[in-house]
């Protein structure tokens, strides 16, 4: 959750209320709420959604007072506060923040470049929710960067799935892409045509979401199914019973 001008004082959906909420979807693609053991600065507790197993919730809960254990989500408040929070955060060295991509700031040269594990910059502007959960219309007005603090964050930053550029800060990190990921990974519309190909040229979702459950795209991304389905559908393979497509002749 963002407090104080969420999604930044500049944006115009901001002046419409003071909580944002993040987008369910990176919670799930980065192990689900309950793989966090602690949000800091958590919506109020009228929230739609977890964000993790435990939540410190502004104003009746000071997070940056309060201990912090386990594995932490953090997204702070988009303001002055911000630098606070990631210096918290840098210290504590365990958990993933959701921030803006504004790398030149003195919260990244003090907290962010010297200490994170990783970087994901996300693949265009994200759209934050209201409090109710109904998904904001204007976007973030800024691109977003997870932080990764420490190798398990790392982790499951490579394996979240979601689109962006990954960077590496730490020489683990570094060395773990080298050994890893020298070969790039194949598009989701290779993989899935293979996968059809290896079935016998047509295949059910069923089976196609079998023979894909463990590749290297597919593990650790909860939403795998759906991209797949999302795929098929962007290449417009021909359906030729319920649930059953075919690859082009």
Known sequence: MTLN?????????????????TPPGIIQALGSSSSFDLDPCAAPKSRPWDTARNHYTWPE???????????????????R????????????????????????????????????????????????????????EANSGAPSVLVAYGEEDVERLIQ??????????????LLHMVLNFE??????????????????????LKDIYAALEDHPKAKGNPHF?????????RLGLPRIDNGQYALFA
């Open 5 to 21: 001008k969420g999604m930044g004082g500049h944006h115009s959906a901001a002046a419409m209320t003071e909580t944002w909420l």
């Open 61 to 79: 809960q000071d997070g940056l007072r309060l201990p912090w254990e386990g594995r932490v989500w953090l997204n702070p408040p988009y303001g």
């Open 81 to 136: 506060a911000m630098t606070d929070w990631l210096k918290k955060m840098s210290r504590h060295n365990k958990g993933t923040a959701l921030i803006f991509a504004r790398t030149e700031t003195e919260a990244y040269h003090e907290f962010v470049w010297p200490y994170a594990s990783g970087l994901l910059f996300l693949r265009g502007r994200l759209h934050f929710h209201y409090p109710d959960g109904r998904r904001a």
């Open 160 to 173: 979240s799935g979601l689109e962006g550029a990954f960077v590496g800060l730490t020489r683990p990190v």
């Open 183 to 204: 070969q790039p990974m194949p598009h989701w519309r290779e993989v899935v045509c293979d996968a059809i190909k290896n079935l016998g040229g047509m295949a059910k």
């Open 225 to 233: 199914r759906e991209k797949i389905r999302q795929t098929i559908g």
